[in-house]
């Protein structure tokens, strides 16, 4: 039954994406893009990661593709009367490059995980349940991720601070 | 039990992610497949985080944040390209090609 629903999730986020990467309006290429995040959210809960599943449709569904939504509209980008493909060296190329890839992507997934540093089946779920879903990446954030946390912040603010200085008419 | 599955998406997704990257010109729709490619590491980590304990979790988090901040500017850079060249096209962006 999880395996129906993670193929039917799964498969909703290959078809998706590829109508992203082959519509020509961008408009529409960004409402496919949210139905592959949101299937992909759908995926992060059947691998026991309720909380990120629930940041994926905040912050990736809602903030970020509202953001390009928003830039897309600024920019009157709506109808797109010629396509923008590359003509057909650059997507014979881009087929090549991609299924190259995939392949070497497909075997690397082959590869077993070492037993030694796999933790035994279901452990995951059996801390989540003990501890709750937030505080199973609170916990690790705060304690073992505690500087990185901090420099993200950093980044952020950064990223605020060049996002205005950017987008301002005359620096 | 779902690892392989997971990472065989995540492959095909990080796949279609570069395809796109590769094909088209519209620099809007080029950030929107770094998005996705994004988005299949982060299956990756989830995936993987089953296994091998909730540190892949956490790494989520951090992927995310960088994200948005790359969003932030990266938006912010197209809309100053746009205002001064008046196109999205990335062969028409060629300042600095020799």
């Known amino acids: 039954m999880t395996l129906v629903i993670f193929w039917l999730f799964a498969a909703v986020a290959i078809a998706a994406a590829l109508m992203c990467i082959t519509r020509r309006s961008a408009v529409a290429s960004a409402l496919w893009l949210v139905t592959t995040l949101f299937s992909l959210a759908g995926l992060f809960v059947l691998l026991d990661a309720q909380f990120i599943a629930a940041l994926q449709v905040l912050v990736y569904a809602g903030a970020i593709m509202v953001l390009f939504l928003f830039v897309i509209m600024l920019l009157n980008l709506g109808r797109q009367t010629a396509t923008d493909m590359r003509g057909w060296p650059g997507r014979l190329v881009a087929l090549a490059l991609g299924l190259l890839l995939v392949t070497e992507l497909w075997v690397l997934s082959r590869v077993p995980v070492l037993a030694q540093i796999q933790l035994p089946a279901g452990t995951l779920r059996q801390v989540t349940e003990a501890h709750g879903v937030v505080s199973v990446i609170s916990g690790p954030l705060f304690r073992t991720y505690l500087v990185p946390f901090e420099v993200t912040s950093m980044l952020l603010l950064a990223a605020i601070i060049g996002a205005v200085v950017l987008a301002k008419r005359r620096v | ?98």
């Open chain 2, 1 to 98: 039990m779902l690892l392989g599955p997971s990472l065989a998406v995540s492959a095909i997704l990080f796949s279609l992610g570069v395809a796109g990257v590769l094909l088209r010109r519209n620099v809007i729709i080029i950030f929107m497949c770094i998005e996705l490619m994004l988005n299949a590491v982060n299956l990756t980590f989830i995936a993987l985080a089953q296994q091998l304990g909730p540190d892949g979790q956490v790494i989520v988090f951090f992927v995310m944040a960088v994200a948005a901040a790359e969003a932030a500017v990266g938006l912010a850079i197209i809309i100053a390209i746009y205002r001064h060249k008046q196109t999205l096209d990335v062969q028409n962006i060629n300042l600095l090609r020799g």
